[in-house]
């Protein structure tokens, strides 16, 4: 198994520009969800998925969209970035809701906004 | 909302004991446990349901006080493999059942 899988590993964008994160996991999850990571301030969520055709956001939607057309992927875009949205990005997804079971993580994404 | 977890830092010897609380000022469903080492992806350690049971696997344990709506993560006799950030993620009761994480507790292991 793979795993959850993200790509690319690093990317640097400049203002203004867009681009997509992608996000795959063979386990058959129905949870999917985006975060980021910034030092000292722990994860935080983007957006998360319940499964196919279904997206809400989480506590720092601003900036970002994203889609669920099958049950293995996740993409995040960023509409037009701006050097707040440097960060470290993960996918991660479980097999049900975040309450009760594992998260499994992909191994990030390194966004620098110039 | 988020979780406060303490203390922000450790420094050990290794076969040293460590702890590692989180704090929360809600009603929690459970408490994740995770660890991170640098430029990597977080590794899940366990999941604490509300129920104050207490979990562990080789020389990690954790514990949750629902009353109190704390956990505790315990390392004992410590190895330089357990260095890394320790988070924990909450799930309030209320937050349809995202998880809130804290900021992190760094526990460096000397030789």
């Known amino acids: 198994n793979a795993g959850v899988t993200q790509t690319p590993k690093f990317q640097v964008l400049k203002t203004g520009q867009s681009m997509t994160l992608q996000c795959a996991q063979d386990?058959?999850?129905?949870?999917m969800s985006w975060y980021r990571q910034d030092p000292g301030m722990g994860l935080r969520l983007i957006h998360y998925?319940?499964?196919?055709?279904?997206?809400d956001q989480g506590e720092v939607p601003n900036g970002y969209n994203v889609s669920r057309s099958t049950t293995e992927d996740f993409p995040l875009r960023l509409l037009s970035a701006a050097p707040s949205q440097t960060s470290v990005y993960f996918c991660?997804?479980?097999?049900?809701?975040?309450?009760?079971?594992?998260?499994?993580f992909g191994q990030g994404t390194r966004l620098t906004v110039v | 909302q988020q979780p406060v977890q303490s203390p922000q830092a450790v420094i050990l010897r290794e076969g040293e004991d460590a702890v590692i609380n989180c704090s929360s000022s809600?009603?929690?469903?459970?408490v994740h446990w995770y660890r991170q080492k640098h430029g990597e992806a977080p590794i899940f350690l366990m999941i604490?349901?509300?129920g104050g049971e207490q979990k562990g696997h080789d020389k990690i344990s954790a514990s949750f006080n629902e009353k109190k709506q704390q956990s505790s993560l315990y390392l004992t006799a410590s190895q330089l493999s357990y260095s890394g950030t320790y988070f924990c993620?909450?799930?309030?009761?209320?937050?349809?059942?995202?998880?809130?994480w804290g900021a992190g507790t760094k526990l460096i292991i000397k030789p």
């Open positions: 991660a997804s479980s097999y049900s809701i975040g309450g009760g079971t594992e998260a499994f």
């Open positions: 386990m058959n999850h129905e949870y």
């Open positions: 998925s319940v499964g196919a055709g279904i997206t």
């Open positions: 809600k009603a929690l469903y459970s």
């Open positions: 604490l349901l509300k």
């Open positions: 993620g909450t799930v309030p009761m209320d937050s349809n059942y995202q998880l809130i």
